[in-house]
């Protein structure tokens, strides 16, 4: 399949793409980010999730954002679609964003607790489909304004609201606030994004567009699910 979508030539591209992302993961994380970060004042619990909730910020709301949107909205659509058969493109956007997703995978299975049970496989599943959405609108974004700074900024905006939301869950035991006002913004924003993936890649390339329209109807149906039982329990 993938030969039919991709010219001669796209598995050096992904082996060059590929370094240049890990070179670039080792500096921005284990150089650059490590020294910011240091180490904790002391391993005394209060002192310990200080640190933790320092990195954490740290990694997903100031590096994130700024490093992957570098990488893929920038770099891997541009690169990749450099190699795209004629009339693929579509196809081809279509796998990097979901290339964006799965890299995201092994850290949200360690923090579901490296198991695997049909509950956390559909919440795996959700949330790979969210950042599919977020990674496609990025870059229609990017496309249509020319600026990575607004990408960036979305990346921030929701990876901002989405670590503190967490950092207060934690502190009370995992169990949503009923009308908590973060809970509900982060549920709109993720219909917003799959709402918006899915009318880009439709207005660009219309049968990718349409083959994206199932995966967004269940994931707007998930979030207004979870918002009526949330609002009424």
Same mark, same amino acid.
């Given at each position: 399949?993938?030969?039919?979508?991709?010219?001669? *030539?796209? =598995?050096?591209?992904?082996?060059?793409?590929?370094?240049?992302?890990?070179?670039? &993961?080792?500096?921005?994380?284990?150089?650059?980010?490590?020294? =910011?970060?240091?180490?904790?004042?002391?391993?005394?619990?209060?002192?310990?999730?200080?640190?933790?909730?320092?990195?954490?910020?740290?990694?997903?709301?100031?590096?994130?954002?700024?490093?992957?949107?570098?990488?893929?909205?920038?770099?891997?659509?541009?690169?990749?679609?450099?190699?795209?058969?004629? *009339?693929?493109?579509?196809?081809?956007?279509?796998?990097?964003?979901?290339?964006?997703?799965? =890299?995201?995978?092994? *850290?949200?299975? &360690?923090?579901?607790?490296?198991?695997?049970?049909?509950?956390?496989?559909?919440?795996?599943?959700?949330?790979?489909?969210?950042?599919?959405?977020?990674s496609l609108?990025?870059?229609?974004?990017? &496309?249509?304004?020319?600026?990575?700074?607004?990408?960036?900024?979305?990346?921030?905006?929701?990876? *901002?609201?989405?670590?503190?939301?967490?950092?207060?869950?934690?502190?009370?035991?995992?169990?949503?606030?009923?009308?908590?006002?973060?809970?509900? =913004?982060?549920?709109?924003?993720?219909?917003?994004?799959?709402?918006?993936?899915?009318?880009?890649?439709? &207005?660009?390339?219309?049968?990718?567009?349409?083959?994206?329209?199932?995966?967004?109807?269940?994931?707007?149906?998930?979030y207004i699910?979870?918002?009526?039982?949330?609002?009424?329990?």
């Open positions: 399949m993938l030969a039919k979508i991709f010219t001669a *030539g796209w =598995l050096v591209n992904v082996l060059l793409f590929g370094l240049v992302f890990l070179l670039a &993961q080792h500096v921005v994380y284990q150089i650059i980010f490590r020294s =910011l970060v240091g180490a904790p004042k002391s391993y005394y619990h209060k002192d310990l999730i200080h640190w933790q909730r320092k990195a954490s910020f740290l990694g997903a709301v100031i590096f994130a954002p700024l490093f992957e949107e570098w990488m893929f909205t920038y770099l891997a659509y541009a690169s990749f679609l450099r190699y795209a058969a004629p *009339g693929q493109e579509g196809w081809v956007i279509f796998f990097v964003g979901l290339f964006f997703a799965l =890299l995201h995978f092994p *850290g949200d299975f &360690q923090r579901m607790g490296r198991r695997l049970t049909p509950w956390i496989i559909y919440r795996l599943f959700k949330f790979q489909l969210d950042r599919l959405f977020f609108t990025a870059f229609f974004i990017y &496309q249509l304004t020319g600026q990575l700074i607004v990408t960036i900024l979305l990346h921030y905006l929701i990876n *901002g609201i989405v670590s503190v939301y967490n950092f207060d869950l934690e502190d009370n035991g995992w169990m949503p606030t009923k009308g908590d006002g973060r809970l509900i =913004l982060i549920r709109l924003i993720n219909i917003g994004l799959a709402f918006c993936a899915v009318y880009f890649m439709y &207005q660009a390339y219309p049968l990718v567009g349409l083959s994206l329209l199932p995966f967004a109807i269940f994931s707007i149906s998930d699910y979870w918002h009526r039982k949330t609002a009424t329990a």
